[in-house]
Structure formats: C-alpha cells, structure tokens
C-alpha cells in the first residue's frame, strides 16, 4: 500500500468531513492526485483531482460546489473537505496517485498507484 486514506466515518445528511491523503513512500507534491468513490453494487466513480501545480482543480459535477480537494505539500498530504453531505455520498473513498502532472480526467484506470480506502456513510 502506497497511499493511505483516512477520515471516513458516519455523518448525518448536511453534515462535512475531512478525508486525507497520505503516503509514506511518494512524494504527493510531484504526482497529480485523485479521489475516488465506489458505492455499494456501483462502480467506482472519479470525485476530484488536484494537479502538481494546483492548477484549477477538477470535479464530478455531482460534488462541485461541496467538495473541496487542497494539497499540504510540507505534511505530504492531500485532503478533500466534503461539505453538505448526501445520501448518495456514501460510498468508500480512495486516494490516488498519477506520474502525469495534471489532471484531464478522473478516470481510474490512468492512475498508477492506490491506496486502501475510507468509508464514508451519510446516514439520519
């Protein structure tokens, strides 16, 4: 395991969380790094993707507007603040790492190294 996610837990509908990014054996700072998602019975879907240089970041259109993805460069990490949680954010969230600087699109199979996921369960 390469990246670690963390921060997942239960939040009511409305609520925010904070997941984070880590690693250990990669320097995130020169890698572009996704959020994935993947719901019960559903494939994992692309979330959010912060470029190398933090360029214009890149979001699902079902999270923009709530979701938030920053980079702690001197910490290693990279986090993604969720705000105004859903139902249909449910879901275990991964972090990813691609050698290509910036972000196009949040597809999974451009990425080159996963981590273990976080789960995230938006529940009244």
């Known amino acids: 395991v390469q990246l670690q996610a963390s921060g997942g837990g239960l939040v009511q509908p409305g609520g925010s969380l904070r997941l984070s990014c880590a690693s250990s054996e990669l320097n995130l700072d020169t890698y572009a790094i996704a959020w994935f998602r993947q719901a019960p019975g559903k494939e994992r879907e692309g979330v959010s993707c912060?470029?190398?240089?933090?360029?214009?970041?890149l979001y699902a259109d079902s999270v923009k507007g709530r979701f938030a993805i920053s980079r702690d460069n001197p910490k290693n990490m990279v986090f993604l603040q969720m705000n105004a949680l859903k139902a249909e954010d449910t879901g275990v969230y991964y972090c990813?790492?691609?050698?290509?600087?910036?972000?196009?699109?949040?597809?999974?199979?451009?990425?080159?190294?996963w981590g273990k996921g976080t789960l995230v369960t938006v529940s009244s």
């Open positions: 990813a790492a691609d050698r290509a600087p910036h972000c196009n699109v949040i597809v999974a199979s451009v990425m080159d190294y």
């Open positions: 912060i470029s190398v240089r933090d360029g214009s970041p």
